[in-house]
C-alpha cells in the first residue's frame, strides 16, 4: 500500500495501455510493464477508469485505475461490471489547468476519502486552506476590477472609497504584559504568574474606613410652621398680578406662601 501510494503521488502524466507512459515516474512505468495482470482483465480495468472516454487517463482516472488494479490483486473485491457513482471523477473537469494539488483537492476530496487512502484531517486541512486561498484571490481580483472601472469612467468618488477600503490597516489590541520591572513577558507560564500578583495588590488590601455618619448629619434648624397671615397671602396675589416672579430662596417666606396656594387652587 505504501508503494501504490507512492506510485499515486508522483504520476502526473498520461497513461496508455499499451504501457506508453508519457511524463510519468520511471517506477509507474515499470508497474505497467511488470503488471501479472491478463489483457483482458487490465483491458476492462481501463475502460471503468476512462471516464472521459478519450483514450488516456489523467491524474484522477489513472487513481481509480490504480486502486482497482490493487484491490482485484488483494482479492478484497472483483472488478465491477460499472464504476459507482460515487467513485467517479468530475467529468466536465478541465485538464491541465491549474496546480496539481488544486485539482486533486478541491475535485477529487471525497473520492480519494471512500478509497481510504487519503487521511481526512489532511484533505480537510489543505482544502480549507485552499478555499480560503481562492477566495482571496476571487476578492482582490474584483477589487482591482472596480477600481480599473471606477478610473476609467472617472469616478473620483467610488475610486477614493475603493483605495481606502483596499489600503486601510485594521488596528488590533496589542496584548503586552510586563512584569514589575516593566520588561515585556512572553512565556505563558511568567504571564500567568504575572496576573495571579496582579490581582492579588487589588483584590487583597484593607477596606478603607468608613466615615462616621453620625458627624455628616446637619442639625436641627429653625422653620415655621405656621399658617400664612391673610396680609401675607394678599402681598403674593400682589406681586404675582405685576409680573413679579418671588424668588425661591427668599427670606420672608414668599415660596411658602406661592406653593401653599397653588397647592389650594388645584
Not at 472488478?79 to 459507482?84: A, G, R
Amino acid at each position: 500500500m505504501k508503494c501504490f501510494n507512492h506510485l499515486m503521488m508522483v504520476t502526473v502524466g498520461h497513461v496508455d495501455i499499451s504501457g506508453a507512459v508519457q511524463g510519468a515516474h520511471e517506477q509507474v512505468v515499470n508497474f505497467f510493464k511488470k503488471s501479472k495482470l491478463d489483457r483482458e482483465k487490465l483491458s476492462k480495468i481501463w475502460a471503468l477508469s476512462d471516464v472521459n472516454e478519450d483514450g488516456y487517463l489523467d491524474f484522477a482516472e489513472f487513481s481509480i485505475a490504480m486502486h482497482l488494479v490493487v484491490l482485484y490483486v488483494k482479492g478484497s473485491v472483483d472488478i465491477p461490471e460499472k464504476l459507482p457513482i460515487s467513485a467517479r471523477p468530475p467529468v466536465t473537469a478541465p485538464r491541465n489547468s491549474g496546480s496539481f494539488s488544486s485539482y486533486i483537492f478541491f475535485n477529487m476530496a471525497e473520492r480519494l476519502y471512500i478509497f481510504y487512502w487519503c487521511d481526512p484531517d489532511q484533505v480537510f486541512r489543505r482544502s480549507a486552506m485552499k478555499a480560503a486561498q481562492r477566495d482571496r484571490n476571487h476578492y482582490w481580483s474584483d477589487m482591482a476590477l472596480r477600481i480599473e472601472t471606477a478610473a476609467r469612467l472617472d469616478d473620483n468618488r467610488k475610486l477614493f472609497l475603493f483605495l481606502h477600503k483596499a489600503t486601510i490597516t485594521r488596528e488590533t489590541i496589542s496584548e503586552m504584559i510586563r512584569d514589575s520591572n516593566g520588561v515585556p513577558v512572553k512565556s505563558i507560564k511568567d504571564r500567568l504568574i504575572r496576573w495571579k500578583e496582579f490581582f492579588e495588590i487589588k483584590l487583597n488590601h484593607e477596606a478603607p474606613v468608613a466615615p462616621d455618619i453620625a458627624d455628616t448629619v446637619a442639625g436641627p434648624y429653625v422653620c415655621n410652621c405656621e399658617s400664612p397671615t391673610e396680609e401675607e397671602i394678599i402681598s403674593v396675589i400682589n406681586k404675582l398680578k405685576a409680573n413679579k416672579a418671588p424668588r425661591r430662596w427668599s427670606s420672608d417666606r414668599t415660596h411658602q406662601m406661592l406653593s401653599i396656594i397653588l397647592h389650594s387652587v388645584s
